[in-house]
């Protein structure tokens, strides 16, 4: 147990310095418009890194990671909020996860990917 | 109440529901690897991270050591670094130290993005009013995914995982909706991330691969498109 919380101690330590560092380093505005840039970019750029592919595997099943796949990229374009694509996405891959456990003769029965 | 708080808390709530369904699946993780319930709340509540925290606590299940537990935190969690570079942008310019300590802990993906929404610049109760929702979500969906984990069965508990990248999603495509520039840098940082997780040459793990594709993505969009903005977004 002691080692436990050490490595969440270290785990929150490490995640707490990377965000506090650049908040008091960089208390100046940046003016060079390559580094703006960058700056502006990184956000969707990360964000899109971290998603794609990861979302069509997150499931155990890759039908159902489709088919909520499918339903965030649609609504996420339609502009809705977070939680109604967060829901949307969650219902629509149960849905499936659901329908396949009802057709396969053992419900532990899945295709992994 | 402080009116910026208010302001604040009105965005938070949303996130702080989403955080609930996604920080329920940590939860339920928490519960399968044997840990106790508060184990879950400390976590959550120590670290207020997505996938930080469910590569932690991989980690932890597989004994790794604590230089493996630094590394994966910082690689995986890096791009907290290039949001704090960004957000310290935006700051009211007044903002001591001590404020931007407190505020520090807060920088997640979606406060983040939900934090940038305001043309004026983003104060520390604006900013807590927006952390205090998102992280009672978060820690209470802990404990509650660590307490009903045995309801539900494994299949289930996965498909939760989709919250988060629904979130994402939700997040990437109206950016890049209202922005050309934006849409070739996504569509750009899509296929390269496809590219290396689906390639076999070279092997490198997911959070590395994060950050060497955002950096060369946004460094190739800045350099070749940079975006000429006034003095406020």
Redesign the interface.
Known sequence: MKEILLSVAVMAVVTYLIRLLPLVLFKKKITNIYVQSFMEYIPCVVLSCMTFPAIFTCTQNVFSSLAGSVTAIFLGWKSRSLVEVACAAVVSALAVELLISLFTSTSHYFFIF | MNEDYKEGFKLGI??G??YL??SFAFGMMVKNAS?PVW?AF??SA????S???FA?LN??VL??S?AE??LT??VI?????????????R?D?KMS?FE??I???G?T??I??VS?TRTKPITLAYFMGILSPAFVGWTLGSVLGALFSSIL????S????????????????????QDK??RL??V???I???LM??QSVIQIS?GW??IF??VA???F???F?????QEE?
């Open positions: 949303p996130i529901i989403g369904c996604v840990l184990m400390l976590i120590t670290n207020m991270t996938a930080g925290q932690g980690l932890i004994q790794a604590y537990m630094a935190t910082l969690n890096l791009r907290y670094a290039l949001m704090s570079l960004s957000l310290s942008q700051l310019e130290t931007r300590c505020m520090a802990f920088v993906d979606e983040f993005a940038l069965p494994a299949s289930i996965n498909v939760m995982n989709i919250a988060l990248y629904g979130m994402f999603v939700a997040i990437i495509l109206p950016a890049a909706k520039k934006k840098a996504v750009l940082a899509t390269c991330s496809c997780t689906y997911q691969m994060i594709v955002s993505v946004s460094a969009m800045a350099f498109f940079p975006i000429r903005k977004m």
